[in-house]
DNA sequence: AATGAATGAGTCTTCATTCAT
DNA sequence: GATGAATGAAGACTCATTCAT
């Protein structure tokens, strides 16, 4: 009222903005199945109607809250060689990176866990994501064998996926549960983990 | 029909089991939120109104339902000292039995998952598995650091805490998303990944 | 069983008078609308089928619960002349008698006010209770006036239920709803109420 | 239909106004416990939901009509001086305006009453309104007392309470239960009560 | 006569979605 | 684009009553 009026388009991309946050607020609050529609729209400061402007559903909502965290989270980037050629101090900070992120976003992460259960699509949008984790981390599981410095024993695929699934479970443990253990302890402990499973020699 | 229904109690306990039963094949079938009262009491044979006889809820029902699984999903029972003293061979065993009992009672076992992401009660009983699985091969694994044959520098709780929940998360893959991995496969990379983890010296 | 078992007659009147007290219990505290077979049945320490060996309906229960109190809760009986001839002190009697009638079953009276407002055939016994009461006192009021001691300009019949509705109503609101007025006091005023309105010269 | 319907602000007070207005219809013909949402809605010419929109439950519809009804049918407005000070003439004059209210809304009035008893939100709702009312015309029974015109004998505040209930359990009996006697006859003989019970002198 | 499990009709209530303005 | 009232389908739950033993 005051501001002068901005062209329509200006004001839909707002409307779309306020819906995505008060979305993620009421989402965080109440969870995905106890989230209304209305509450979000209102938690927003628009109609009701106007939700239906935006998006299609709650789940396009959820969706679009989602992409906001999503490239935050990845997992462990084991690819991102640091300078370094430690690969323990490589997995070690890639690890930090993902703990920090999931840590930051728990109650989305924890709700994304909820709706992929729910969820038809959002199933396959958190398979896929696993999927392109573990083929990312099979590679260097792949390179670190063929230098010598890890179990050639290992299946890459799956030890791949069984190592991220630790490090996801332990996250959710401890930042979604509540599950006492430090930061740092917790960093130490996958680390440890991550290397005597691929029997990487000690630095 | 045939059979005269003897007394009500009997009568009673009848229907609480084609209750049960049936509660388990709509549950699997319908996923929990799907799962309809009447539908429940109609796959049962019995009228909608009998399933309050025996059950105040569906969260009630459901809890039923688990019971009949719980005991034989137990997380890998380590403790359990098979004749021999091979550390990874008793490893390996408590892993087939957990995985063959994850595979027999996968859809319930995932739903068991959903059920926790919705309902506190649920919730906290998983968590109270989780934390009783735990204990348990804590236990085992300072039994195993004690005798010099597990890296000493891992802290037992988390470990058991991080290694149970690389396996639960591998089953559950495997079994309900149905990750193409074989069951020797997996179950020899778990094996492997374990002992890696804790640093057993090879057999 | 330890008691030698009685014959049926006997046991069915057993059932049915536990019935009756059970019924009572369960109505002062719960009320009629929120009053169960299933509770009146357990109250009584009887199956809930057998309720309905001795009872059609809740209705059918209340109303043997009523007949219990019916007669002790008659309105004022004015036409009992007492050996003396003092119209007021006759009239204080009758207060006096009903009052402490309608005391001791405060509840039951407030109870049989709301079944008469939801149930027909209790509205009806209601009346009928309404109109004997009316009756009889506007015999009284007939005779005093023959007598010169009463307003010969009322009419006996209206004046009869007017003052009828005045004392139930006032025993309801103390008794029921706890209006803070004390018994001698209620009884005074009502009494001089009476008298004054009937014009009754004082003694 | 015919008119456009302006905003939606507007269209919810239409709405709100007909499903008043279907309630009271419908509490008129079926009663309070009798009555559906589904009706009330019907009736209204709305859809069931949209009962909810205006109103959280049955009872608070029922308020919405009781308010309509509540300030016409207030009982002896006795503080009312009439130009004359012929109390007398004030008290047939406050009897009046009420036993015509009270016909006019009869089985609403018949309605507060069986809600009352089944509802503890109405039931203190209309124990207030009685205290109102026989606070009110306590005042004028001292002020009556004071001026020497009514028995100094009688305790105000009780002696308004049953008058109050006498005069509003006859009108009960008429209006609502059809006990057959004349408007005229009615109000001679409630005036000449009041009078009489007062001790105020003929005029 | 007693038992108590089984029956199933009957309503309230929620809330995602629509649509007239 | 925004508004927010209207829609109505969907399902959980209660409880008086029945009836086989």
New interface residues.
């Given amino acids: 009222m005051s501001t002068a009026a901005s062209t329509p388009r200006v004001r839909g991309a707002r409307t779309r903005e306020a819906l995505v946050a008060g979305a993620r607020r009421v989402f965080e609050r109440d969870g995905f ?1 106890e989230a209304r529609i209305a509450d979000i729209a209102a938690e927003s400061g628009v109609a009701t109607g106007s939700f239906y402007t935006h998006f299609d559903s709650k789940e396009a909502a959820f969706a679009a809250v989602i992409d906001e965290v999503h490239e935050e989270t990845l997992h462990p980037r084991l690819e991102v060689t640091h300078s370094t050629d430690d690969p323990i101090a490589v997995i070690e900070a890639a690890h930090r990176d993902y703990l920090l992120a999931y840590r930051r976003n728990a109650k989305l992460m ?1 709700l994304l ?2 709706v992929a ?2 969820d038809e699509d959002f199933r396959r949008l958190r ?1 896929d994501r ?1 999927h392109l984790m573990a083929r990312r981390n099979a590679k260097t599981i792949r390179r670190l064998q063929d230098k010598g410095l890890a ?1 050639p ?3 890459p695929l ?2 791949a ?3 991220n ?2 490090v ?3 996250a959710n ?1 401890v930042f979604v ?1 509540g ?1 006492r ?1 430090g930061f740092d ?2 960093l130490a ?2 680390t ?2 991550w290397a ?4 990487i020699p000690a630095r």
Same sequence: chains 1, 2, 3, 4.
């Fill in positions: 199945l924890a866990e909820q259960l729910i398979l696993v179990d024993g290992l299946d799956s030890t996926h069984a190592l699934g630790m996801s479970r332990m443990l549960h599950e253990i302890s917790l402990t996958l440890a983990l005597n499973a691929l029997r």
